[in-house]
Every structure is written in structure tokens, then in C-alpha cells.
């Protein structure tokens, strides 16, 4: 069962995502929508929209109104008691919810979402408080990522350089996407540090953004991550490096080509490889016709 809870979040008129948090103009959760737990906790739609407003309050989201807006739903991906792992420790109840921000105008920005999941112990609460106090946590902490996510568009190249050595991996993540979004060559020594994180998710946002910018610096490092990984990852690099192309990209191509167990990176890599081929083409016939043209 899904929980969703909508806002209208207006921006300023001449704002996308990234000038601010966006102006809330009103929070409602959708009819019939309560988890069967959290009804019989005995929560209803206010309770769960006072606590996502206070959430996105807290995050820096104003309340207005205002022409341009974002719809906001958040919903819960998953509600469930935990035991109590050790002897004499109380049971837990879990939430996992997913906060979505969608733009009401195809000039407010793009579709943003963050997930996170809370837990509350049920000593000394009612079923109700534990799992408003979950609700609220987890609400809280997606409505910082969001927030964190608008801050970081407002960005300078050097303030995001920087976030991508901080101690929270939900900065760094944000870091990455503002600069695979921006396409900007001069992050790119900075995101191949990345390619070390010790969060794989943050490598796999940092593969992604250097195939976005596609400088030829990126093939050697691109292949060491994907020397021993799973075949998916080492599937995903063979076509990264394939569109990036060049000498290194090329002789890697054709190693997987012709010695890879798994079938699938010799097909990516085979692929890859006549996409090399067909540019390389294309762009000879070009160099021809202009040197014919009188």
C-alpha cells in the first residue's frame, strides 16, 4: 500500500531548480492512499500531512503561493515491525519513503526525488507514536536531500569541487549530478578521485558522470573499475569508453571482444566497437568532401 503525499511547491518566475528550495502552496495526501499498519496505528491523512509539512518546513521550503510550481508526493515504499534483535531490546517499527518533486511548468525544472528509510522503537510509545516518529524522520531527512539538491544547482565549479571530498555522501552525490549535468571538463580529475569512493553508489554516479562529459582522460581509470567487477559494470564501461573512443578505448574494446567469458561484454564490446567504426567513418567521408569542396 502506498502513501502519497502532494505539495504545490511554486518557484519564482524567473527561477529553475537550484536558485532555492521552492515555495510550498499547499500539502494534501491523496484519498485512500494510508498503509493498512499505519491506519491501524491509528494515523490518518492530517496527521501524515502535518508531518510532511513540517519536514519540508525545516528543510528551508517556504509556504506561498505562487504561478510556478512543483507537485510533491512522497511515498511510502514499505512499512514493517522489526523483532527485537538481542535479548531484552524493544521491537522496531520501519518506514521507507520516497519523496518526488514534480514540475507543474515545463520551465520549473526537472522531476527530483530522494529516498529514505526511518525507524522508531516502540518502548515506552503506542504503536501511533512510533510510527509518527518514524514517518517524520525519514520525511525529514528525504526533504534535506532535497533541499541539499537545490543548493547544490546554485553552485559555483569550485564550491562543487569541493563538496565532492565531504564526509556525507548525499553532498557528494549531488556534487556529482549538478557537474555531469553542467558537462564540465575541469571536474574531470576530481570525479576520477570518485572512482575510489568507498560508497559504490557515489562510483556509480561518478562512472555516469564521466560518460556525460566524455573527455579521453577518463578511459584509463573507467577501465581499472571495471577490471574484476561484475560483467554488468564491466558491460556499462566497454560502452562508456566506446563512445568517449580513442587509442586506449579501442585496443580495450577489442581485449573484451576476443577474451571475455561472458557473452554479454563481448556483445557490449562488439557493439561499442562498430559504433567506433561507424564515426570513424563518417568522419573520414567529412574530412573528404571538404577537401574536395573548392
Wanted: with cysteine.
Amino acid at each position: 500500500m502506498i502513501v502519497a503525499v502532494a505539495a504545490l511547491l511554486a518557484s519564482a518566475p524567473a527561477c529553475r531548480r537550484g536558485a532555492a528550495p521552492a515555495t510550498i502552496a499547499s500539502v494534501r495526501v491523496a484519498d485512500g492512499a494510508l498503509a493498512e499498519p499505519l491506519r491501524e496505528a491509528g494515523l490518518d491523512a492530517a496527521s501524515l500531512e502535518a508531518a510532511a509539512r513540517a519536514a519540508l518546513g525545516d528543510a528551508g521550503f517556504r509556504f506561498a503561493d505562487g504561478e510556478r510550481s512543483y507537485r510533491a508526493r512522497v511515498d511510502v515504499l514499505g512499512v514493517r515491525l522489526a523483532p527485537d534483535g538481542f535479548a531484552g531490546s524493544a521491537p522496531r517499527v520501519e518506514i521507507a519513503i520516497e519523496l518526488q518533486l514534480a514540475p507543474t511548468h515545463p520551465d520549473a525544472g526537472e522531476l527530483v526525488r530522494e529516498t529514505s528509510t526511518a525507524t522508531a522503537t516502540l518502548t515506552a510509545r503506542s504503536p501511533r507514536e512510533a510510527w509518527r516518529t518514524a514517518f517524520g524522520a525519514a520525511a525529514a531527512d528525504a526533504a534535506k536531500g532535497l533541499a541539499l539538491g537545490f543548493a547544490a544547482e546554485a553552485k559555483p565549479l569550485d564550491a562543487l569541487l569541493a563538496d565532492l571530498g565531504s564526509g556525507d555522501a548525499r553532498v557528494r552525490d549531488h556534487a556529482i549530478r549538478v557537474l555531469a549535468d553542467r558537462r564540465s571538463p575541469e571536474a574531470v580529475p576530481a570525479l576520477l578521485e570518485r572512482l575510489r569512493d568507498g560508497d559504490p553508489e557515489i562510483v556509480q554516479r561518478a562512472v555516469g558522470a564521466l560518460a556525460q562529459i566524455g573527455d579521453r582522460r577518463a578511459v584509463g581509470p573507467l577501465i581499472e573499475v571495471a577490471q574484476g567487477g561484475d560483467p554488468a559494470l564491466t558491460a556499462r564501461v566497454a560502452r562508456i569508453v566506446g563512445d568517449i573512443g580513442g587509442p586506449e578505448a579501442e585496443g580495450y574494446l577489442l581485449t573484451l571482444e576476443a577474451g571475455h567469458p561472458d557473452p554479454a561484454v563481448r556483445r557490449a564490446a562488439r557493439e561499442a566497437l562498430a559504433d567506433l567504426s561507424a564515426r570513424a567513418e563518417a568522419s573520414g567521408s567529412a574530412v573528404s568532401a571538404k577537401m574536395r569542396a573548392p
